[in-house]
């Protein structure tokens, strides 16, 4: 390729990949969002972890079957087609009015933007700066989120929660505009690319698979957590199923590809019980600029190994310091966070564009650390009859909870990472014949 097309191509993947990225982990709101009923909101809160997670299988699904075809007009004109759905939902809800469904037009927003994802990456990861900006544009997408506070994993929104809601429109119908209009000239561009391979009949089941597991399991021990987060028989076996299905998922991919899963299901569990709820916006450019500075390090000095270790260690660091609120530690660790998840997103090396899919989009899937954060902050009340009054309690966790149980997540990942090297020798090439093409290393 040239190196305008090059430059071009990686702009349309950042400012795409952060648009759908948006979409798919915000929950949709408009100016009339506040003076909707509360019904609403409170579907809206309880839907949107299983919306993420909808949109996450629909990426996985998307990417293994655009790389399987080979086409990169196909997968070009795939993201068009996502944006364009995007687009005519934001659209509609703009005009709409506070009775309409959010719940609804959310689901819609997450699977749209979980299939341009999909599709992007199908176009886009077999190119380095381009999947380079793929990548950044998810991790800022999620840093842009962070800004503002979600509605929680298990509970729902009280009967204030409309008063004090803040309408973002995020992302905006300019931002929709743009990444439509460089998606289109992308898909120009390639509309005389030669297809890849010849079309197979096959398709590869196991990179789907894997992606179910994990990211159905994840969802329901986030959702049960949330709610009984003060068992600890429950946080055991939350661990235990965290990297159990982390360990199937990455057996599941081919040679060792996996690893890329395993080092997203440890960071996710710390940077759940790491990242403040709420992030101040003054602290995002420079939380973009320190990821892109670990994809940087983490390209030229891949140490899997390493990065998880360093995230067990900041798991125990947070685990020790949960009871204190000082603002250089909360933006301190969120930097941690950030560095270490573009270290490893580009540490780890995997030779199919859908296991890279797959090890990126697991980090947008409600954690059980984060279902148990959330159970820790609200507290689980019990109502009980002492004679003639009856009295409500409200029990909850250690607040260090979480953190020590992302630093066993990341322990388990890392314990699994060492199995997955020995049973798998480096470089290896997966026998399946319906296996996708490989990235390409230039």
């Not at 992606?211 to 709610?227: D, N, P, Y």
């Not at 759940?272 to 030229?300: D, F, H, Q, R, Y």
Request: net charge neutral; charged share 10%.
């Amino acid at each position: 390729m040239r190196s305008y097309q090059v430059a071009a191509e990686t702009i349309t993947a950042l400012v795409t990949a952060t648009v759908a990225g948006l979409a798919l982990a915000l929950p949709i709101d408009f100016g009339w969002t506040a003076q909707t009923s509360a019904l609403q909101l409170d579907l809206l809160a309880y839907s949107l972890p299983r919306a993420i997670s909808a949109g996450v299988l629909v990426s996985m699904i998307a990417a293994v079957l655009l790389t399987t075809v080979g086409s990169t007009k196909v997968a070009w004109g795939t993201t068009v087609g996502g944006l364009l759905v995007l687009l005519a939902n934001h659209t509609f809800g703009h005009a709409s009015d506070p009775h309409s469904s959010l719940s609804t037009m959310n689901f819609i927003d997450s699977l749209a933007g979980g299939l341009v994802l999909g599709a992007l990456a199908a176009a886009v990861l077999h190119h380095r700066l381009s999947a380079f900006a793929w990548t950044l544009g998810i991790l800022i997408s999620l840093l842009l989120g962070s800004v503002n506070p979600v509605p929680r994993i298990g509970g729902s929104m009280d009967e204030t929660s409309a008063d004090h809601w803040h309408a973002t429109d995020m992302p905006p119908l300019w931002m929709l505009l743009l990444a439509l209009g460089l998606s289109a000239l992308g898909f120009l561009a390639n509309r005389n690319h030669p297809v890849a391979q010849r079309l197979s009949i096959e398709l590869p089941m196991a990179p789907i698979l894997a992606g179910v597991v994990l990211v159905l399991v994840t969802l329901a021990s986030a959702e049960w957590l949330a709610r009984h987060g003060g068992s600890l028989a429950g946080i055991g076996l939350a661990v235990v199923t965290a990297v159990g299905t982390a360990m199937i998922a990455a057996m599941l991919l081919p040679g060792r590809d996996g690893e890329i899963v395993l080092l997203a299901v440890g960071l996710s569990a710390v940077a759940a019980a790491t990242v403040a709820a709420e992030l101040p916006a003054w602290s995002i450019p420079l939380l973009v600029a320190v990821a892109a500075c670990g994809m940087w390090a983490g390209s030229k000095h891949g140490a899997p190994l390493a990065c998880l270790a360093a995230t067990i260690m900041l798991g125990l660091t947070t685990a020790l310091t949960a009871d204190t609120d000082w603002a250089w530690l909360i933006v301190g660790g969120a930097a941690v966070v950030s560095w270490l998840i573009g270290f490893a997103l580009t540490s780890a090396r995997p030779r199919y564009v859908p296991s890279r899919v797959l090890g990126t989009m697991v980090i947008f899937v409600p954690s059980a650390v984060l279902g148990m954060r959330d159970y820790v902050a609200r507290g689980e009340y019990a109502v009980r009859s002492t004679g003639n009054a009856t009295v409500c309690t409200v029990t909850s966790g250690s607040t260090s909870t979480p953190a020590w149980t992302a630093a066993l997540v990341a322990a388990g990942c890392l314990a699994g990472l060492v199995v997955l090297h020995r049973s798998r020798p480096p470089g290896g090439e997966a026998t399946d014949a319906a296996t996708p093409r490989p990235i390409d290393p230039e």
